[in-house]
Every structure is written in C-alpha cells, then in structure tokens.
C-alpha cells in the first residue's frame, strides 16, 4: 500500500505532467520554412518548454502549484518516463535487423564520430574563443551522465575541467532537444547527407535528444519513417554500449594530448579529485 | 522514490538495486498519460491503444526484470531496447503478433511525458549553473552537440557510400 500512497503524495506532479502532455500534444507538430530547408517543432520541445516555466526554480510563482519536493520526485521520473519510448524503439528495430546488417560497417564506424566533439568544438575552445582547461571537460564528449562521471573521477567536479563538463551539460539538457530538432530538420531538407546516416547520427546516448532527432527527420522524410527509426534505435543502443569507453580511453586522453600541445606553459591538472 | 521491501528480494550487493515496485507504478501512471496522447496523435481506437500501451508496457516491466535480476548488469534502457528487438525479429514465431499490438503507436508522442517531467526536473543547482556557465561554455555546448552528431553523419555517409 505504500507504493500507492506515495504516487498519491505527488499527484500534483503526475497531474501538470499530464495536462502539459495533452496541451503541448494538441499543440502539434509546427514548422517554419527556411528557404530550402525547414524548422521543425515538436509536441516534446513545448512540453519541455512548459515544465520549464511551471518550475518554480525558474519561474518563482510556480510555486503555488510545484513545489521542491516535485521537483526532486521528477528527476528520477524522467528515466522511466523514456522506457515505453525505448521499448516502441526496440519493436521498431526487430523487424529491420536485415537492413541493419546491411548497414553494419556504416552503423559501427560512425560511432567513432562521437569524437567529432573534439574535432569541431575544441579549437572553437582554445584557440577562438582562447578558453582554459575547461575546454578539455567541455569538448572530450557529449556531457551526458557517463561522461560526468568520468571528469568527476579524473578531476572532480570543481575543477575547470568539471566547470566544462558540469557547462556543457546543462546547456545540453536546457536546449539540447531543440538544437537535435533544429540540425535534423535542415540536414534531413538541404538532402547533402544520405538520410540512413542521419539517422544513425541521432544516437548520441540520450534519449531525449535522440527523441527529438529523430522525430524532425521522420516528420521531414516520412517515408522513410521506420528506417529511420531503428537506425537511430540501433545506433543510440551502440552508444550506450560504447560511448563510455570512448570517451574514457580515446576522447580525454586525446583531448589531453591536443591540450598540452595548445598550451604548454598551462599543463593538465592532475590533481586528485575533490 | 522509496525503498520497497518487496524488491529486496534476492540481495546482489554488487549492483545498483532497482526497486521494481515503485517502477512499476510509476509506468502505469505514465502509460496512462501516453494512452492519452495516442488518442490524440493516432487514429487509434481506445482499446487498440490500450492494447499497445500494456504490450510497451510488458517490454518495459521485463526489461527492469532483467536489469533487476539478470546475471550480468546492463541498464535497463539496453534491456528494454533489447526486448524490444526479441519480440520483433522476424525469426520468432510471435513477432507478428507482437507488432500487431504495437506497431500503431506513435513514437514520437510517446516521448513528451518525459520531456514535460525534466522541464519540471530542473533544479535550482542547474539554473545555478546556467547563468555562471556565461556565454562562452554556452557557445561551445551548441559546437559540441552539432560536433558529435556531424562527426557519425559524415563517417557514416562516407561508409554507405563505400559499401553500397
């Protein structure tokens, strides 16, 4: 019975989590044209979006309504709240597994572009925007939770390096869904890419993000919907498998590497963590 | 989330425990908030809906079985990715009737109950966070994201384009 009660003591949670659902799901898919290309935006960016403003740690006012012990019930909410999208992603990858065979080589060796994080945000990092060791927290990954772990582990959490990472990683949670909407609804129109590889490229280990990726390139090229969907399934499986290792053993001692070549008087830190 | 008695059953000290019960009832709540987004997404009747709303369900509550139980530790996001794909490869015997239950239901609605908990989620140690992190970490995120989902476009383009 306890079980129960305490679902009971949140109704006021489960309660706005269900009207923002129903509200940002009338709402609909819109989409802005962009020349070729076009914007997508999806039921899940408003319901984001509206949780936003009904948190009463950014909107005070909110609350009346939300309070801190919603808030804290909610974090742990967000995991489970994503399994029966995971699970309609599995049923959507069995029936492709020929064609993802197919594709096995193109699947594998894109996971190593993960590492394009270091390619294209680390000399933003150091050499535009002349940044500190926090590049190294802030480039080496994605800053989803493994990757958190593994700076804490390094270097601790209030360290320049756990500065970028921390960064990196609330940047990504506040606009993340937006900015994989935003990427996939243009590349999936401006037609550069082979729309499989799009796909592939959505699986970044989080499933929000990959939500929204893949969402705007199945809206943009329906069609090619369930393709889409367990490529980005598939690939999003991999790196949950992968992502970890890569950024441990190739992504941070590389972005190490690059760091102590770019700045030799200011060398890593490798003080013990916090 | 509470501890439940009930999913001490079976001590493994080595792993986390995931308490299964209060999973459990939180996925029914959650079912039911998706059952009604698919009304709306889909041209699904109630029932059908209900129908594919409890067979994700099943996927899910196995898949926390699994994560719970299972010799070796995997997540259970991988686990119920990977149920998923048992119950649907074409070499089963039941992956028809599988994808009969729940091939109508739209993913993409299926996704906004979580992403309307983590805008709720936000804590003040975040917003904290947010407006210390100033506007150059801000800029890198955005060269971060786009970094990684470019790198596996291209590498992955360049392999199809290879192996086709």
């Known amino acids: 019975m306890h079980v129960l009660i305490d679902a009971v003591k949140l109704w006021r949670l489960h309660l706005a989590v269900a009207v923002i659902a129903i509200v940002a799901q009338l709402i609909g898919i819109r989409q802005i044209s962009l020349g070729n290309g076009a914007i997508l935006f999806l039921p899940l960016l408003y319901a984001f979006l509206i949780g936003v403003l009904l948190n009463p740690n950014v909107m005070a006012k909110a609350a009346v309504?939300?309070?801190q012990r919603e808030v804290r019930a909610a974090s742990p909410l967000i995991v489970v709240a994503i399994m029966p999208f995971i699970a309609k992603f599995g049923t959507t990858i069995g029936p492709a597994v020929e064609d993802l065979v197919d594709a096995g080589p193109a699947l594998l060796l894109q996971e190593i572009g993960n590492l394009g994080t270091v390619a294209l945000a680390f000399p933003i990092a150091v050499w535009v925007l002349r940044m500190g060791r926090e590049s190294i927290g802030a480039t080496f990954s994605v800053a989803r939770e493994p990757n958190i772990a593994i700076i804490a582990d390094r270097y601790g959490l209030k360290s320049p390096e756990g500065t970028g990472?921390?960064?990196v990683y609330v940047v990504g949670t506040l606009f993340g869904t937006l900015?994989?909407?935003v990427m996939a609804s243009m590349l999936a129109t401006f037609d550069l890419l082979d729309p499989q590889a799009l796909a592939m490229a959505c699986g970044v280990g989080s499933g929000s993000m990959m939500a929204s990726c893949t969402g705007a390139l199945s809206e943009a090229l329906p069609e090619m919907s369930d393709t889409i969907v367990a490529m980005a399934g598939a690939s999003n499986l991999l790196t949950y498998a992968t992502g970890m290792y890569l950024g441990l053993f190739v992504a941070l001692p590389f972005v190490e590497w690059l760091y102590s070549k770019a700045r030799p008087a200011n060398p890593v830190s490798k003080e013990a963590p916090a | 989330m509470s501890a439940d008695n009930a999913a001490e059953i079976g001590v493994r000290p080595a792993r986390e425990k995931i308490a299964l019960l209060p999973h459990f009832r939180d996925l029914v709540l959650i079912s039911v908030i998706g059952w009604a987004?698919?009304?709306?997404?889909?041209?699904?009747?109630?029932?059908?809906?209900l129908g594919?709303?409890?067979g994700l369900y099943a996927i899910c509550a196995g898949g926390l079985v699994l994560a719970r139980f299972a010799p070796f530790y995997l997540p259970s996001v991988a686990w119920i990715s990977l149920l998923g794909i048992a119950a649907t490869v074409p070499f089963v015997p039941w992956d028809q009737a599988v994808l009969g239950?729940?091939?109508e239901i739209d993913f993409l609605a299926l996704s906004v109950p979580c992403l309307a908990y983590a805008g709720l989620a936000v804590s003040r140690d975040?917003?904290?966070?947010?407006k210390r992190t100033g506007w150059k970490l801000a800029v890198i995120a955005v060269f971060v994201l786009a970094g990684t989902y470019l790198g596996s476009a291209v590498i992955a383009?360049?392999?199809?384009?290879i192996t086709d």
């Open chain 2, 126 to 130: 975040e917003v904290t966070i947010a």
């Open chain 1, 165 to 167: 990472v921390m960064g």
């Open chain 2, 52 to 54: 594919g709303m409890a």
């Open chain 2, 101 to 103: 239950v729940v091939e």
């Open chain 2, 37 to 49: 987004l698919q009304l709306i997404a889909t041209d699904m009747s109630p029932i059908a809906a």
């Open chain 1, 65 to 67: 309504f939300i309070r």
């Open chain 1, 179 to 181: 900015i994989f909407a």
């Open chain 2, 157 to 161: 383009d360049l392999v199809l384009r």
